[in-house]
């Protein structure tokens, strides 16, 4: 890694405006490869991706398109990659973009896009703008043109290997949270059959969660741990752009899994978690993953398919919120309505549901920040439009930031309908 690219991670107000905007376009240019360009080339402007995005859906705003959010990318591919960059240098049909430039556009970037990837659905090109956005965020990560708070946690993580507590303080909150639910919660085994990871909040708020993943970790017989020496699976490097904290997060999980002799990492209700660890992971090994990475959809669909569990049925009606990473990009639509169906759940789907369901509005990093409250909650909008024409009596995701985003805008919108969380409505119905 050069000097000038860790100045720029670090401390990227060192380097002046001109320097900034060229570390931004030589890192977009470094995300160009085969795909990248065909996508760059494939958009014949038909406006489709704006149909499918929340924020323009709920704003009307033209500048909230999909496809627009990738100007300035756009931009540096046509100066320099696309078939005629040479031409198009020469006579100037495309000026450089400047850091002015890029900063303005760091609300399209990361306030307006969740990387819920429903536009890429959408398009009848097969463009993945979804993918093509969180390329462009590498570049405004490089030239420090990140949000102010999730700038803090990108350097939180880096500090501590996570953005909610650092690794040692790790044994004595599980202890706390251990006689807070009254179940055993190992940590730090030498050897373990599964390593168990959290999302942020399963430390701190939503410590239920976490106690009930141990009880059913618990009734099964593994052999499962938590380790600080990587327990933290929600991946802000992943949401930031920023590819060299990313890969350290995952190594950190898969490494600890392999020293413990763990086959198995499970992984939270957290779709980005998913996302970072089991579809971009192997990227950082260059071969196949030596471990496996396991959503708890996933698993809990696969002890109750197996009969390793039985659960008591609810018998209400529920709707059912897809989380976009867990469902739409990583491909668990069934597995977790296999697991209401379990549950005894009449099942009322939303009107736009699975791969095509709306995102929370919160994903990619937004419901981390503040400036992007407002847009957020007019997403929450429709969503609770959605969910009341349902008439369902209850309402479950199977993602934790889902559900943090979805409370908020509860409270906001002062809507007294809970968002449960899959994992513990089976917890709280496993039969003897």
């Not at 290997?161 to 006689?179: F, H, K, N, R, Y």
């Not at 429709?382 to 349902?390: D, F, M, N």
Request: with cysteine; charged share 20%; glycine share 8%.
């Amino acid at each position: 890694m050069s000097a000038a690219t860790t100045i720029s991670q670090d401390k990227p107000a060192q380097l002046g405006d001109e320097a900034r905007a060229a570390l931004a376009l030589r890192t977009f240019m470094a995300e160009v490869g085969v795909t990248t360009a065909l996508h760059m080339e494939a958009c014949v402007r038909c406006g489709l991706c704006a149909e499918a995005c929340h924020f323009y859906v709920t704003t009307g705003d033209a500048k909230y398109t999909p496809i627009h959010k990738l100007e300035p990318f756009r931009r540096a591919y046509l100066r320099e990659a696309s078939p005629l960059a040479p031409l198009v240098r020469a006579l100037g049909l495309v000026k450089q973009p400047k850091l002015a430039e890029l900063a303005q556009w760091q609300e399209l970037l990361y306030d307006s896009c969740t990387l819920c990837g429903r536009c890429t659905v959408a398009c009848p090109m097969g463009i993945d703008i979804a993918e093509l956005v969180k390329e462009a965020r590498h570049g405004m990560f490089k030239a420090g043109l990140v949000p102010d708070r999730l700038a803090l946690m990108d350097r939180t993580a880096r500090l501590w290997g996570s953005t909610a507590t650092p690794g040692e303080d790790l044994p004595d909150i599980l202890a706390e949270v251990s006689a807070e639910h009254g179940v055993a919660i190992p940590c730090n085994l030498e050897r373990a059959d599964i390593l168990v990871t959290a999302a942020p909040a399963e430390l701190g708020e939503h410590t239920k969660a976490l106690a009930d993943a141990a009880k059913i970790l618990n009734r099964i017989g593994v052999t499962w741990t938590m380790h600080q020496g990587g327990f933290d699976a929600s991946n802000i490097g992943f949401n930031n752009g920023d590819l060299e904290l990313q890969e350290k997060l995952t190594r950190s999980l898969i490494d600890t899994a392999l020293k413990i002799g763990a086959k198995t990492v499970l992984l939270p209700e957290c779709g980005h978690a998913y996302g970072a660890a089991r579809w971009e992971a192997a990227k950082w090994y260059g071969e196949a993953l030596p471990v496996r990475i396991i959503h708890m959809t996933e698993f809990l669909d696969e002890l109750i398919t197996s009969g390793q569990i039985r659960v008591k049925p609810i018998g209400d009606t529920a709707t059912f919120h897809d989380p976009c990473q867990i469902v739409r990009r990583g491909g668990l639509e069934a597995a977790a309505r296999r697991v209401l169906v379990a549950l005894g759940f009449e099942l009322i789907e939303l009107q736009d549901h699975g791969v095509t369901g709306y995102c929370c509005g919160g994903g990619g990093g937004v419901v981390s920040n503040p400036r992007a409250a407002p847009l957020r909650q007019k997403v929450f909008e429709l969503k609770k439009q959605q969910v009341e024409a349902t008439g369902a009596q209850r309402f479950v995701t199977s993602c934790g930031q889902c559900r943090i985003t979805l409370e908020m805008g509860a409270k906001q919108a002062q809507w007294n309908k809970p968002t449960e969380s899959l994992l513990e409505l089976v917890a709280d119905h496993l039969a003897d």
